[in-house]
DNA sequence: CTCGATATGGAACGTCTGTTCTATTAAAGC
DNA sequence: GCTTTAATAGAACAGACGTTCCATATCGAG
């Protein structure tokens, strides 16, 4: 048997997923990943591939955890009003924490998702996944009687999709997180 | 007198912010202005200055237009639901030209804003003005009775704001123009 | 024609980039 | 103790980058 590993893969990986939040792919390099992730680069070659390789397999780590956080928020049992709401809070505590570097998400599709195949595959499936789930959680609201059955719970879902874009990259530039807060408010007043 | 400018300063302005727009900074090197611009490296010096103050002019000029399409849109005499749904519609079919390359400003946001001052300034600066030429409308239209008095101008402003940072981003990565649409007409039943 | 300013092509520059190679050290299992 | 695998440091690479310099050609005004 070899031997162990000295760093811990997962970890790194939410390092180097950090770094590319904050500057984005090209103002990232790979000096910087060195320098900062304490690891030698034939490390990170061998463990991850090259740069594109980590950056794709951070971004799909962002993602699924993105997705994961979201499907169990929605399968609470509490109103639809207050599950979206909360939603809303905690995506803006977390774009807006450790000063503002925005969504990796968002980031990803203004920076490379033009340019790069595989990470525009990896954002429109998560864009699909999103739509989904929240289409099939207010289509449950309107089963229920939580909102009216006259609206269209796609329309609705892509609109909120929409809606947490803007508050991302708003988080990013500017920083205000009472005026996103307060959008988020507005923005859910479509269900009534 | 010397002898005059072989290339329209303005349009070969336009035709690197349109470079911009599609590729991002990082991603667009001098060499591919001076390919496709077809004007020489060294006129593009001595004409723009160096890359980053190229970059800095056009995206002036980029919000520049952008205001003033704004202020005229919304000192037009038409209902105030009416002249927001034509501003929106606008602003979707201009993003959406010539592939998704998506909107300067935004795209500005997301790659720039946090490392570069300049540009974080002129972003900050434009955002205050769109807030405030909304917001200045939408109390025209409560004083005219056209919204509810109850409302928050300044909210609401922020809100549509938020949006289009949304549609932007969607539109460049996503580029379902119908589904923007549905998006911007949902938004716009804050008003209501 | 001449002078002054401009445009242009190409070479040159350091620097940074992502990536690969080499050599050495270190731990875990047989 | 040997083998195997992994980690590390550092050199080396070729290519791209932004930028500057130089020599030359071109046009307008005097």
Redesign the pocket.
Known sequence: ???????DEAEVLDQALELFRARGF?H?????LVDEL??????L???YG???ALYHTALKRYLDRGTDFIRRKLEEPAPVRKTLTDLFEDMISANCECGSPGCLMVNSMVELSPHDDATRALVLEHARTFENLFASRLSAAQRKGEIAKAKDPVALAQFLYHTVLGLAVASRALGDQASLRQTARLALQVLD
């Open positions: 048997m070899p031997r162990a590993k000295e760093f090209k990232t390099s790979f000096a910087d304490g690891v030698s680069r034939q490390s070659y061998d463990t090259d740069k594109q």
